[in-house]
């Protein structure tokens, strides 16, 4: 296999970075690619679920957090893990390199530039994160999440290509759901918090609906997503106003969910948010308020703007809050299928292939360099 056929994606092992990632990485297996995963430990607990022929653990640390001496022994991992990553793209001799941020992201991708293999970086978030804002320098081709990408270092914009977030084929065949109808008067809320939940909206939001009128609570019917040790309170809480809910800490389906329900409330993350324009729901975001750059602030702000969602900052969110944004909701329920149609025309399903055009892009020119070198 020439080395142009062979690719290495480097991630840092949280879902946010994964998820995308693994949507690249079939995308370029579908096009005879060979992909090899370079992450960190964390990565182990989604399994070997990930399509790649080979998974490969790089030490990485970030020095940005920490005393000074944990900094500077940070970096000293990251020189360490520069050069194994090196030896093993040698090893690999793939034809790019793609990052998708994390720290771990980093010694592949300085690996790399070394090398001189041609990088791609792909920037979920609407504010640049901190390892990509380092390494955009020496990135060949910068993608881009969302329309508007904060952040970004002076001069690298005419390498700026907006390709979306790649979603899961879960979220795909989820946008296929038309929009819910409404003939019998229900609202249909889904409630989520990120993979491990947000125990915020299970204190806020069972709270604000005990604050409705009750022929209000009865249009209601809530999914919610909590945190283990919160399920039964949550439960209580929604069974002593007699609502209708089904509350769990995980839902294996939860683009599904998302395309059942009528609005959504979320965090807001660079996946939920771009799964929530391409399934064509609309939302209210609550930021979490305590990330470095406010990234998902950002994330909610691009939503925002096209109508498709309300955003309430934590400091905001409270129940009398939550209970008059949802008694104006079931005053007008109409407008709610005009502002998932707003939220679908900013969504981006096809994110992985415009990927994997600029990851072809990328080793035909190392190719055609190859050829003319000799």
């Known amino acids: 296999m020439r080395a142009g056929l062979r690719a290495v994606v480097a991630a840092g092992g949280t879902g946010g970075h994964l998820f995308p990632a693994a949507a690249l990485s079939q995308a370029l297996a579908l096009r005879g690619f060979e992909v090899h995963l370079v992450t960190d430990e964390r990565a182990r607990q989604y399994g070997g679920d990930f399509p790649a022929r080979d998974t490969h653990l790089i030490a990485a640390a970030s020095p940005s957090e920490g005393a000074i001496f944990l ?53 979920s978030n609407a504010v640049i994160g901190r390892a990509n804002r380092f390494l955009a320098p020496s990135a060949r081709v910068i993608a881009k999440g969302f329309a508007v990408l904060e952040g ?42 990120g993979s491990q939940g947000a125990r915020i909206f299970s204190d ?87 990330a470095l750059d406010q990234d998902q602030a950002a994330n909610a702000g691009q939503l925002a703007a096209t109508g498709a969602a309300a955003v309430a900052a934590q400091s905001v969110f409270s129940p009398q809050w939550l209970a008059s944004s949802l008694s104006e909701v079931l005053s007008d329920m109409p407008a709610l299928a005009a502002r998932a149609a707003a939220a679908r025309r900013v969504g981006i399903p096809d994110a992985a292939d415009r990927l994997a055009r600029l990851v072809q892009g990328l080793t035909s020119d190392k190719d055609k360099a190859h050829e003319t070198a000799g």
Not at 85 to 91: E, H, M, N, T, W
Not at 156 to 181: D, I, K, S, W
């Open 71 to 123: 900094r500077a022994n940070a970096l000293l991992t990251l020189a360490a893990g520069t050069l194994s990553a090196r030896r093993l793209l040698k090893r690999i001799e793939p034809g790019a390199v793609i990052g998708f941020g994390g720290y771990p992201a980093v010694p592949p991708l300085l690996a790399a530039a070394w090398l001189g293999i041609p990088t791609l970086l792909h920037e």
């Open 152 to 193: 970004l270092p002076e001069g690298l914009q005419p390498r700026v290509h907006l390709t979306g977030n790649p979603v899961r084929p879960m979220v795909l065949e989820a946008a296929r759901t038309p929009f819910p109808g409404g003939s019998d008067g229900k609202l249909r809320v889904l409630v989520t918090g």
């Open 204 to 290: 806020i939001v069972p709270a604000a609906i005990a604050l409705l009128a009750e022929d209000d609570r009865r249009k209601l019917i809530f999914v919610q997503q909590a945190r283990s040790e919160d399920v039964t309170r949550v439960c209580s809480a929604y069974a002593a106003l007699g609502m209708d809910a089904e509350v769990k800490p995980f839902f294996p389906d939860l683009p599904a969910r998302m395309a059942q329900a009528h609005l959504v409330i979320a965090r807001a993350g660079a996946s939920t948010v771009s799964e929530l324009a391409v399934i064509g729901r609309p939302a209210i975001l609550v930021p979490l308020p305590h």
